[in-house]
């Protein structure tokens, strides 16, 4: 089973600063088969990137993804107030899928 | 438009049996993998497992192999997780969701509302 580290746990920033949330895996994870969520409070999971940079359905550009192998980043160019939130990313290039333990993104 | 709707909160005893549904609509429900995702209260997503509709296929995480059962009744475009004997570690948010195409791959595009399941005598 591969397992997903994200870091860090908590990111305390403001609007309009740039966010980099990082997801290691155990190994090595096939084709870029990763994928960022967004979730809030009460709300559902929302997927954000999948394909490790490929931005799901209206997901805005300041949203962004990299990465390969064992090493994946998801960035926010510029927070807005509605990005404070929890990530999570995924792979589903092996079997079992696993999700990482998520990072909250929480205003400073 | 692609919808999952899923059936309403759930309070139960140790011991009871449950099973909860996620109704797809917008799509033609046979073809597309759909999953099951627990949250626990104030903790993170755990994939547990999948099935095709079209010929109930069925994959399980290891850690929910033998726990829960996962179904399909293709007719009325309905899946299922069921539970024979809840116990109090069941307490969870429990998410259905839709991958984007007909082969077992991809994140999850779709997401159910949630079913809150609590377990408490």
């Known amino acids: 089973e591969i397992v997903l580290t994200q870091s860090p746990g908590t990111l305390s920033l403001s609007p309009g600063e740039r966010a980099t949330l990082s997801c290691r895996a155990s190994?090595?994870?096939?084709?870029?088969?990763l994928a960022w969520y967004q979730q809030k409070p009460g709300q559902a999971p929302r997927l954000l990137i999948y394909g490790a940079s490929n931005r799901a359905t209206g997901i805005p550009d300041r949203f962004s993804g990299s990465g390969y192998g064992t090493d994946f980043t998801l960035t926010v160019s510029r927070l807005e107030p509605e990005d404070f939130a929890v990530y999570y990313c995924q792979q589903y290039g092996s079997s079992p899928r696993t999700f990482g333990q998520g990072t909250k993104v929480e205003i400073k | 438009e692609v919808q999952l709707v899923q059936s309403g909160a759930e309070v139960k005893k140790p011991g009871e049996s449950l099973k909860i549904s996620c109704k797809g609509s917008g799509y033609n429900f046979a073809t597309y993998w759909l999953g099951w995702v627990r949250q626990m209260p104030g903790k993170g997503l755990e994939w547990m497992g999948i099935?095709?509709?079209?010929?109930?296929?069925?994959r399980y995480s290891p850690s929910f192999q033998g726990q829960v059962t996962i179904s399909a009744d293709k007719s009325i475009n309905t899946a299922y997780l069921q539970w024979s004997s809840l116990k109090a570690s069941d307490t969870a948010m429990y998410y259905c969701?839709?991958?984007?195409?007909?082969?077992?791959?991809?994140?999850?595009?779709?997401w159910g509302q949630g079913t809150m399941v609590t377990v408490s005598s």
């Open positions: 969701a839709r991958l984007p195409s007909k082969l077992f791959m991809g994140a999850f595009h779709f």
């Open positions: 190994q090595s994870v096939s084709s870029r088969n």
């Open positions: 099935i095709f509709p079209g010929d109930s296929d069925t």
